[in-house]
């Protein structure tokens, strides 16, 4: 069978994503699985990063009739525009629906939550404008602007897996247009590039969110193969059977040597991993050489 899908599982330490807040309190986003609750960074909050960072969204155009969306049009479509090879639904006169041909899960912590909480005050803000405002901040704290603020805390080991279909990549059927195979092949790389150096803002802090492990290929199913087979637990990453016969129908495996993992050697010489960087160069030469741009 022909390959035609690129799939990669990734294990990451990132953070979580921000759910609701009540006053000034914040919670990471939860899912609750196994009988237990997990932290997550959800499908979209990741694809979002991945398309921000790799220069997809670079083109992107919005417009308002009735709903803010994506501006497509005939010149304007996912063939000439990187930002709607994510899919697009255009309601304005003709509705034109196209799906993305980049498809994520989401980003789910290995061990339960265990809530931590960190305690924040604008305080040197309250006391410069109190200052300048000639007033007594602790006479004053709400003239002033004293807000103390909460929120949780996670950054942990995830696991999502990224499934892209090469055969959708640069076309769009409402148009009947087709980009070339050059172009093809520098979007799958550029999202490639992207989740190989990730980087999140959160809470305006930087985290960096690059693989510490990654397997994966091109596939011949559109589908993320390696979801049910990564886990790790009391950080180590299992290798199981399952796991390990998977990798051998043809696909590579790579490794962040960071100490992440307690049982990085068997990690090592169970699987042979290459770099991260070299995984992600192979998989980059995999991905001209299906287009044809070698």
Same mark, same amino acid.
């Given at each position: 069978?022909?390959?035609?899908?690129?799939?990669?599982?990734?294990?990451?330490?990132?953070?979580?994503?921000?759910? *609701?807040?009540?006053g000034?309190?914040?919670?990471?986003?939860?899912?609750? !699985? $196994?009988?237990?609750?997990?932290? =997550?960074?959800?499908?979209?909050?990741?694809?979002?990063?991945?398309?921000?960072?790799?220069?997809?969204?670079? +083109?992107l155009?919005?417009? =308002?009739?009735?709903?803010?969306?994506?501006?497509?049009?005939?010149?304007?479509?996912?063939?000439?525009?990187?930002?709607?090879e994510?899919?697009?639904?255009?309601?304005?006169?003709?509705?034109? #629906?196209?799906?993305?041909?980049?498809y994520?899960?989401?980003? /789910?912590?290995?061990?339960?939550?265990?809530? *931590?909480?960190?305690?924040? $005050?604008?305080?040197?803000?309250?006391?410069?404008?109190? @200052?300048?405002?000639? @007033?007594?901040?602790?006479n004053?704290?709400?003239?002033?602007?004293?807000?103390?603020?909460?929120?949780?805390?996670? @950054?942990?080991?995830?696991?999502?897996?990224?499934?892209? +279909?090469?055969?959708?990549?640069?076309?769009?059927?409402?148009?009947?247009?087709?980009?070339?195979?050059?172009? !093809?092949? *520098?979007?799958?790389?550029? /999202?490639?590039?992207?989740?190989?150096?990730?980087?999140?803002?959160?809470?305006?802090?930087?985290?960096?969110?690059?693989?510490?492990?990654?397997?994966?290929?091109?596939?011949?199913? @559109?589908?993320?193969?390696?979801?049910?087979?990564?886990?790790?637990?009391?950080?180590?990453?299992?290798?199981?059977?399952?796991?390990?016969?998977k990798?051998?129908?043809?696909?590579?495996?790579?490794?962040?040597?960071?100490?992440?993992?307690?049982?990085?050697?068997?990690?090592? *010489?169970?699987?042979?991993?290459?770099?991260?960087?070299?995984?992600? +160069?192979?998989?980059?030469?995999?991905? !001209?050489k299906?287009?044809? #741009?070698d």
């Amino acid at each position: 069978m022909k390959k035609k899908a690129l799939t990669v599982t990734v294990v990451a330490n990132m953070t979580s994503n921000y759910s *609701e807040g009540l006053g000034n309190i914040a919670s990471v986003q939860k899912v609750f !699985k $196994n009988r237990k609750v997990y932290t =997550v960074r959800s499908r979209e909050s990741l694809k979002n990063a991945i398309m921000v960072q790799s220069g997809m969204y670079d +083109d992107l155009q919005t417009e =308002v009739d009735g709903a803010t969306q994506k501006l497509v049009n005939s010149e304007l479509n996912a063939a000439t525009c990187r930002a709607l090879e994510g899919g697009y639904m255009s309601t304005k006169g003709t509705t034109y #629906v196209r799906k993305s041909s980049i498809y994520l899960t989401d980003a /789910i912590a290995c061990e339960s939550f265990v809530s *931590e909480t960190r305690f924040h $005050n604008n305080l040197y803000l309250a006391s410069n404008y109190a @200052k300048a405002q000639g @007033k007594n901040i602790q006479n004053d704290a709400d003239g002033v602007g004293l807000m103390p603020y909460q929120y949780e805390y996670d @950054k942990s080991l995830k696991v999502y897996s990224m499934t892209i +279909d090469l055969e959708m990549v640069g076309k769009d059927e409402n148009f009947g247009a087709e980009a070339s195979a050059e172009e !093809k092949a *520098e979007r799958v790389n550029a /999202i490639l590039r992207a989740v190989e150096t990730l980087s999140l803002v959160v809470k305006g802090n930087l985290d960096n969110a690059e693989p510490v492990f990654v397997v994966g290929g091109l596939s011949e199913r @559109k589908t993320h193969y390696f979801e049910n087979v990564v886990h790790v637990e009391e950080d180590r990453l299992l290798m199981t059977d399952d796991l390990q016969a998977k990798i051998g129908e043809g696909y590579r495996t790579g490794l962040l040597k960071s100490r992440v993992f307690l049982n990085e050697a068997e990690v090592e *010489e169970t699987l042979h991993p290459l770099s991260v960087s070299a995984f992600f +160069d192979a998989l980059a030469d995999d991905v !001209k050489k299906y287009y044809g #741009v070698d």
